[in-house]
């Protein structure tokens, strides 16, 4: 590595970061799947931990999906759950993140005779320990997978209720194209009325459109992706007066072919006109990298200054579900380090 690059490196590794759009179970590395498959007796498709990394090749969002969720059938009991956040906790302190915005999809689980309180137990565990241990705060966002009907995701609210002291937020997430926001409105505006404010993915593979119905049906705090937006002028306008934040997966838009090549991504160009964009890591296990390798491959690609980098890790701070006593004290940390 360059002196240069190192610099950075370690530039990026120092300022204090949240991370707010993370698929605990995409944080799955083939190491765990293995291990996971031999303590419950599952037979799995590739022969080793190298195949099975050579099979993460994407061609979509949907062939993603498919092997995601395939993936976490290894995830049975307590145990398992805690071993996927205590190894997150662990990569996350490595690379400066202070705090965590952690998604879960209930509906991949349950089917699966895997009860909640092995999910949340095991999560919100581990999570207990990141604080003590590191010094993370965190918040737990359920997710409602789109792709399955709006009496199913109403069904699972009830079921995850008893555990809504966990939750800071809902969510949305799954094959967008075909599912858009308001099928869930129902669903959001009782979450809402039980206090959980909504996050919603939108934008990723789906028109803007979308975006402005996870706006105006939904009701969400933030938008997750939500890169489709620069195809609709007065949309951008919006999103950038309402400082509504955008939760940005750079390696995860080019594994998913959003965007073809890094060089292509719009996030500078939306960080430029006043949004309030975050950079996040999706299902780093899947894409290639954890928070860290995201901000520099964005660096790398678009040219981002440091003042750019700074901007990045406040924003993510501002559009965190933070208190605003947390929030400014993070933000003045990370003032500490413009030069
Ligand atoms: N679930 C996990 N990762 C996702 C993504 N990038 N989009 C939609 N649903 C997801
Ligand atoms: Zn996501």
Known sequence: MSELSQDMTEFVRGLPKAELHLHIEGTLEPELVFRLAHKHAVDLPHPTVEALRRAYQFSDLQSFLNVYYAGADVLRDADDFHALTAAYLRKA????????????DPQTHIPRGVGLDAVFGGIHRALLEGETQFGISWRLIPCFLRHLSAADAMHTLQAILPYKHLFAAVGLDSSESGNPPAKFAEVFARALSEGLPAVAH????????????????LKVRRIDHGVRCDEDVQLLDRLARERMPLTVCPLSNVKLKVFERMADHNLKRLLERGLCVTVNSDDPAYFGGYLLENYLAVQRALGLSRAQILQLARNSIEASFLAQSDKSRWTALIDQHAR
Do not use: S, T
């Open 202 to 217: 939108a934008g990723e593979e789906g028109a803007p459109a979308y975006i402005r119905e996870a706006l105006d049906v």
């Open 93 to 104: 302190h490595e690379q400066g993140i202070v705090h965590v915005e952690i998604f879960c």
